[in-house]
């Protein structure tokens, strides 16, 4: 098991450290506190399924939002 700092995970998505965390408080990703001061970390398998979840179909729906795609 490999365990992800918020930045890592933000710098694998090229998105901010911000937006990770934001999702993982809406828990749409996964989220586990370690540490004394409560550092939050995320598994890589967990990653993976979020990123499954968002997978965009031929259609330009994904798994989990079933809306249009701008093109």
Known sequence: ??????????????VSERTIRRLVNRGELVGFKVGDRGQ??????????????????VNGQTDTHHHEVDE
């Open 1 to 14: 098991m490999k365990l992800l700092t918020l930045r890592e995970v933000a710098d694998a998505l090229q």
């Open 40 to 57: 939050v970390r995320v598994k890589s398998e967990d990653l993976e399924a979020y990123l499954e979840r968002q997978r965009v179909h």
